[in-house]
């Protein structure tokens, strides 16, 4: 992995929100997702991907923004650091307060 790359994202997901629970047990399976969230607001769930970069973004690409009743995703990158991590924190709580 080149220095630098990121290690981790955050990904935001739109979605029919009758689907969500169906949505969710998919992403469960998904290689690299180690925490997902239900929100409500804008968007309706979070997940956090870890992982070699290239995977992460082949995951996010066709395993999540792919599934059928995911109508848009947002995705923030960051490498991970404990003052980038507060930052992602950060602007994510933004986003959907």
Same mark, same amino acid.
């Not at 995977?55 to 066709?62: D, E, P, Q, T, V």
């Given at each position: 992995m080149v220095k630098g790359e990121p290690k981790a994202a955050y990904v935001l997901i739109k979605c029919e929100i009758d689907r969500r629970p169906e949505i969710v047990k998919k992403l469960m399976q =998904? %290689?690299?997702i180690d925490e997902i969230q239900k929100t409500y607001g %804008? +968007?309706?769930i979070i997940v956090r991907i870890t992982? %070699?970069?290239?995977? /992460?973004? @082949?995951?996010?690409? @066709?395993k999540i923004c792919q599934q059928s009743h995911v109508r848009? &995703?947002? &995705?923030?990158? +960051?490498k991970d &650091? /404990? *003052?980038q991590? %507060?930052? =992602? *924190?950060? /602007? =994510?709580?933004e986003i959907v307060a």
């Open positions: =998904v %290689e690299g %804008e +968007y309706d992982g %070699e970069f290239e995977k /992460i973004k @082949s995951n996010i690409r @066709s848009g &995703t947002i &995705t923030l990158f +960051y &650091t /404990i *003052e991590h %507060e930052r =992602v *924190e950060q /602007i =994510v709580n």
